[in-house]
């Protein structure tokens, strides 16, 4: 049990406090819970939790309700709403934000047939929130469809202990330098292999096109890769394996920090690398195409860099500077198996002439919303 002391300062007491709430989400009894969550709901029942994306743009919230019927699509459920001004979307004199069902995945946490639904937000006015950004990525994927644009995403991750210093490492001090970490095996080589082991398997039983994890170069940073997805499923997939990952680390009693350079100093940052590709880069010869997008994106490196982090770049400007396998934020660069560039080109893709290209300059908070849809904007409709 945590005891803690008379906090000194306002700081203290803060600090103090995010350490209590965190130990003690992870000290409750889960066979005790279990109890309870073996429970037999009545056959004409499911759980419905509906998640959305805050005013912050980088954390999701959730809510559940009871729903009297087995919903086989989203357009079965019904609109919801909650208290924006709690999630910083909504002044209090105006509270009210409607949840609009967008997506449904299997609840790993709830089970059954319970649902997961990924929702869009809406003001009083019924225009979309601030960081509602599902909507305008809907329309571009729809204009682009005959091109079937290919997205498969790779979202790294820092899991944090309970003072939001990194898992595993020495309190008062660092690990040694990076080189044993990626994709490493032992106990002083990866921290919380549970966490990843479990989100996995959550996020297939949800029905998410995970397709891979591993460890990455600095300890307590992980990757895993969801895809291919075709049009808008890449980005309303990618938001719900963030929320199933946090669940799952709140189990755990662990942080998951999207932030793109959680250390400073000579460690790697994070990042959303994003692969790409449409139709006719997977045909022969595609490589084409792959140059034609290359030179496209190098001429709308600005549009994209904005894009790319939740504060229009200014979170890049910490990962983004020509070292630790990255390029630099002011610079557009292409090049072949080249991870010190803004877009490669993977080995077998040059050789085979055709496949994809990845996009190495989103960083690990973006938007996947406004990532897919800048890329489609930008390769496909020639805006």
Known sequence: MLILNEPKSEENSTIKMAISLTTYTAATNKA??????????????????????????????????????????????PIWNFDGSSTYQAEGSNSDIYLHPCAMYQDPFNKGDNKIVMCETYKYNKKPTETNHRKTCLEAMQKAADQHPWFGIEQEYTLLD???HPFGW??????????????????NKVFGRDIVEAHYRACLFAGIQICGTNAEVMPSQWEYQ???????????????????????AEDFGINVSLDPKPMVGHWNG????????????????????????????????????????LHEGKDNERRLVGSLETSNIHDFSAGVANRGCSVRIPRSVAEERKGYFEDRRPASNADPYQVTEVLVRTVCLDE
């Open 170 to 187: 020495p309190k008062n001090g660092f690990p040694g330098p990076q080189g044993p970490y990626y994709c490493g095996v032992g106990a």
């Open 226 to 248: 969801v895809g291919p997805c075709e049009g808008i499923t890449m980005a309303d997939d990618l938001w719900v394996s963030r929320y199933i990952l946090h669940r799952v």
């Open 162 to 164: 309970m003072d939001n």
């Open 270 to 309: 994070s990042g959303l690398h994003t692969n790409f590709s449409t139709k006719a880069m997977r045909e022969d010869n595609g490589i084409l195409e792959i140059e034609k997008a290359i030179d496209k994106l190098s001429r709308h490196h600005l549009r994209h860099i904005r894009a790319y982090d």
């Open 32 to 77: 005790v819970l279990e109890r309870y969550m073996n429970l037999p709901l009545p056959d004409s029942k499911i759980l419905a939790t509906y998640v959305w994306v805050d005013g912050t743009g980088e954390f999701v919230r959730s809510k559940t309700r009871t729903v009297d019927f087995h919903p086989k699509h989203p357009s079965e459920l």
